[in-house]
Each structure stands twice: as C-alpha cells, then as structure tokens.
C-alpha cells in the first residue's frame, strides 16, 4: 500500500512531518511520501523523504508567471506530483497538459476524481495511478472507506474496466489503520489524506497507526 501524505497549505511543519514519515517507512517498509506547498519542496525532499508535488502546471520552460514547472520541482527533489485535486481542479485540456509537463520531468503521476465515472476518465490518460475522493468527505475525518466503501470498489473497476495497469488509492477522512486495511480491502493500492496527519498533535504516532495493518 502507497500513503501518499498531502499537506495542503496546512499550517504544520513539513519537515517534521517528512522526518517522522521517513522513519515510519524506514522502520516498517512502508511506502510513505510527502506533498508540500511547493517552496517546501527541496526542505522536504532533503529529509530524504518520497517528495511529491500537490500540482505542476501544463506548461513547459517559458513566459508562465506564478506557474510550478514540472522541471522545477523535479530539481527541488520531488519524484511525483498529484494532479486535478478536488481544491484544485483543471480543465481536461489543461491536466492532459500536466501529464505532459509530469512525463518531460519523469514524474508519477496520481489524478484526483470525485468518483467512478470521473476516475473512468482520468484513467483514460494514462497516469501512473488515480485517486478517488469525494469532495463532501475531505477534512470531515470520516473515512471514504466507511461512508460509501461502494465508491471505492467502484472506482477500481472502473480503473480497471480502462487500464488495468493503473493503481487506484482512495482518500477523504482516512487516518487510522483500520481506515487503511477498510481501503485494502476494497481492491485500493493505497490512501491519499491530509488533516489526520498535518492536523495531528503527534504525526510520528498518527503515521505508525496509520501503516500498521501493513507494516
Ligand atoms: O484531500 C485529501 C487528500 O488529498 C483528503 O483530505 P483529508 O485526509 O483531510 O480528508
């Protein structure tokens, strides 16, 4: 299973938060990555964390004010990026743009969708994964898991019934380690999630309950 940790623009610290998650993984085996605001990215990546990006731009090296290019956050250290997230959506010309921009940096990619047919769609484009989260449960610390399992099984027939070569994750309210083997369970190749680890007192021990069914 992939954890794949977004820290939004949360307030937490993210280099604490990668150094915790490098040594959960590290202990336990278990692949964990860090997504930070974008001017974090070379502080995370020197954690020696997996760094991902939370979005790069469908640009490539030119005039792209205020754009994240897929190149420059491969130079800061990030290996992967999301793509389409539901807090920051793209227009499909737009993220089969970023798949390209992703690809010129020799990223993985993971495409947000809100649900199966969406999740149909951006499997269609061929990322190295996609991710299943519906809006309504982001934040809410109810897991995607135990609201609507139906979704998740859903979402990975759909990915399947396109390209059975894409791994589907499912993300809104996960955190605990039962959330994470719920999402096993239900054919996802891993989680996506936020607020259980930015927002925890103490990420090191939200990150070992997290991975434990795992480990
Ligand atoms: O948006 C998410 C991950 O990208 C999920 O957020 P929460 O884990 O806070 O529900």
């Not at 307030?11 to 959960?24: G, I, K, R």
């Not at 047919?117 to 990322?127: R, Y």
């Not at 449960?137 to 019934?161: E, F, W, Y």
């Amino acid at each position: 299973m992939f954890v794949l940790v977004n820290l939004k623009a949360y307030p937490c610290d993210p280099v604490a938060v990668a150094t915790a998650a490098h040594e959960v993984s590290d202990a336990t085996g278990v692949r964990i990555a860090i997504a930070p605001q974008a001017a974090r990215l070379s502080a995370v990546a020197d954690t020696g964390v997996e760094t991902w990006a939370q979005h790069v731009s469908p640009v490539e090296h030119g005039s792209h004010t205020g754009s994240t290019l897929a190149e420059a956050a491969a130079d800061a250290g990030a290996v992967g990026t999301l793509l389409n997230h539901s807090e920051n959506r793209l227009k499909l010309a737009d993220l089969d743009a970023s798949l390209d921009a992703a690809e010129r940096a020799d990223f993985e990619t993971i495409v947000c969708a809100n649900n199966p047919d969406q999740i149909a769609a951006a499997a269609a484009l061929d990322p190295d994964a996609v991710a299943v989260e519906p809006p309504e449960l982001i934040g809410t610390g109810t897991p995607v898991s135990k609201a609507d399992p139906d979704i998740v099984r859903d979402a990975v027939d759909a990915a399947a019934a396109v390209d059975d070569s894409v791994d589907v994750l499912c993300g809104a309210g996960i955190s605990t380690g039962e959330d994470l083997a719920s999402a096993q369970d239900l054919g996802a190749d891993g989680v996506l999630l936020a607020s259980g680890v930015a927002k925890a007192d103490d990420p090191k021990a939200a990150l070992e309950d997290l991975v434990e069914p795992v480990a």
